[in-house]
């Protein structure tokens, strides 16, 4: 029986953003010809700020910016941030964005320097590319040894989510075209398999690194168990050949998360 309870163990990275101030903000609101639209991606009015920041942003597609930087003045609540998010969002879901309000510098333990280094470094993404270990296949089964609600008692097709797992122990039983395997679950394996609300029939690929669990899709070989399902729902093929494949992957992170894991890797925690 293979062992996944070291998997469970492993550190994971989790991003939280707050709801705040510039939530609405999703980009800058251009059309194709970079020019301002009147009310588009969380953006209102602003008009020639907004066509100015697309010039920036497009400098920045092109390579011609980097290692400079570009000053936004004006009133206060204005905008400035709002476009400088604005050009974040543009560039991609994963351009870090660091906001420092000077206040914060003022009150920190930290020293100056020193939060002013982690802004900085938080604002620097990296894409790291690696080869890594992956399980994939499609789930025949999950069960969990000691439910927590009596509802789920019994054991149950599907993870359970929500609740506290921690000390859960319990068993994944995964299937390709060609193989069918069992694997032993820790109480942060069963956590993060109720997190994406995996059951039977769904194709998962798991990080063996990181214990992340990815949801592919349903098998499309389970596709007549429901009369209905989701507009979302997304139908892929068993896997095929051997459940534990290496496959390429792109993490980004920022300069800080890397930071923040070796830390944690020499930490006294
Ligand atoms: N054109 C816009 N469309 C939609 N929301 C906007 C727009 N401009 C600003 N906002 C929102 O108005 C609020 C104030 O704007 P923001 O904080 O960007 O101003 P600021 O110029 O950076 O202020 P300060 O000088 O005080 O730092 C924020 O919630 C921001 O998201």
Do not use: W
């Amino acid at each position: 029986m293979a062992e996944l309870k070291r998997l469970s163990e492993s550190r994971d990275l989790t991003r939280i953003e707050r709801i705040g101030a510039h939530s609405h903000i999703r980009g800058l609101g251009l059309d194709s010809s970079m020019e301002a639209r009147d009310a588009s991606e969380g953006m209102v009015g602003q008009l020639p700020a907004r066509r100015g920041a697309g010039l920036i942003l497009q400098l920045i597609r092109q390579g011609k910016i980097a290692g400079r930087a570009v000053l936004i003045a004006g009133q206060p609540g204005t905008g400035k941030t709002a476009l400088a998010m604005g050009i974040a969002k543009s560039l991609g879901a994963e351009t870090p964005f660091a906001s420092v309000a000077a206040s914060e510098l003022f009150s920190l333990d930290l020293s100056k320097t020193e939060a002013l280094t982690q802004a900085f470094r938080r604002a620097i993404g990296v894409r790291i590319k690696e080869e890594a270990e992956i399980i994939e296949g499609e789930v025949v089964e999950i069960s969990v040894d000691r439910p927590l609600s009596a509802s789920s008692a019994g054991g149950s097709s599907g993870a359970p989510s929500g609740a506290t797992t921690v000390g859960k122990s319990g068993r994944l039983t995964l299937k390709t075209t060609d193989m069918e395997t069992v694997y032993e679950l820790g109480g942060k394996m069963i956590e993060a398999l109720g997190k994406e609300k995996v059951q039977s029939g769904d194709v998962i690929a798991l990080d063996k690194a990181s214990g992340k669990v990815t949801k592919l899709g349903r098998s499309i070989g389970r596709s007549r168990d429901y009369d209905a399902v989701g507009p979302h729902t997304k139908f892929v093929k068993c896997p095929d050949g051997e459940l534990q494949k290496r496959k390429e992957v792109v993490h980004c992170v920022t300069l800080h998360e890397i930071d923040v894991i070796n830390s944690r890797g020499s930490g006294t925690d």
